[in-house]
C-alpha cells in the first residue's frame, strides 16, 4: 500500500481508513515511503509484535504530519520513526541517515557486485557507491529486508527501543 496524497487528500485518507474500523486500536506505524514498510514489518515480526501495529508510509517525510493529523482526527493511534536525516517534532528518529543503512555489508557487496570493505556512514555516500538509482536501490534493499535480515540486526534494537518508550507513555 503507497497512498499518494495528490487531489482529494481527506477522500484519499478516508478510503484508506475505513475499512480499518475494525483494527481501530492497533496504532499506526508512521514511516516516511513505501520501500521502509519492509524494514518495519520484519522488525515487528522479530520482535512478535506484528499484530500490534500497521506499517503505514506517507508518501515522504513532508507527508508525515498531514498524515498524523487526520489518523489521529479519526481516532487512531500513531507512531511516527523517521529515517536520521529527518527531524520531526514528536517522532522518534532513526541512528542511521536512512532506513537501508541497516543493510548487511555481505548483501551490499553480493547483490550489487561492489567490493565495499565497509558499510557507508551516510545516505549519500550509499547511493553514490552503488551503480543504481536510488529508487532501485531501495527496492533491492527492501528485498533484505523481507528475505535476509536477521533478529540481531541493529534496526531492531532501535524499533524495540522505540516501542518500549511507545508503549511506556
Not at 515480526?45 to 489518523?71: A, D, E, S
Not at 545516505?123 to 538509482?133: E, G, R, V
Amino acid at each position: 500500500l503507497h497512498p499518494l496524497y495528490q487531489k482529494d487528500m481527506q477522500k484519499e485518507i478516508t478510503t484508506l481508513t475505513e475499512p480499518l474500523k475494525q483494527s481501530q486500536k492497533k496504532p499506526f506505524i508512521l514511516v516516511e515511503g513505501k520501500y521502509d514498510v519492509p524494514w518495519f514489518e520484519n522488525a515487528l515480526m522479530h520482535l512478535n509484535k506484528n499484530h500490534q501495529y500497521r506499517v503505514l508510509p506517507c508518501g515522504g517525510f513532508g507527508n508525515i504530519q498531514f498524515v498524523k493529523t487526520q489518523l489521529r482526527k479519526a481516532g487512531y493511534q500513531t507512531l511516527t520513526i523517521t529515517d536520521g536525516d529527518v527531524h520531526l517534532e514528536d517522532a522518534y528518529t532513526l541512528k542511521r541517515d536512512v532506513v537501508e543503512l541497516y543493510t548487511d555489508l555481505n548483501f551490499l557487496n553480493r547483490r550489487f557486485n561492489v567490493n565495499l570493505k565497509e558499510k557507508p556512514h551516510n545516505k549519500h555516500a550509499l547511493f553514490n557507491t552503488l551503480n543504481d538509482s536510488d529508487d532501485k536501490v531501495k527496492s533491492k534493499l527492501a528485498s533484505y529486508a523481507t528475505n535476509h535480515m536477521r533478529k540481531d540486526n541493529p534496526l531492531i534494537y532501535e524499533v524495540k527501543a522505540i516501542l518500549k518508550d511507545y508503549e511506556s507513555r
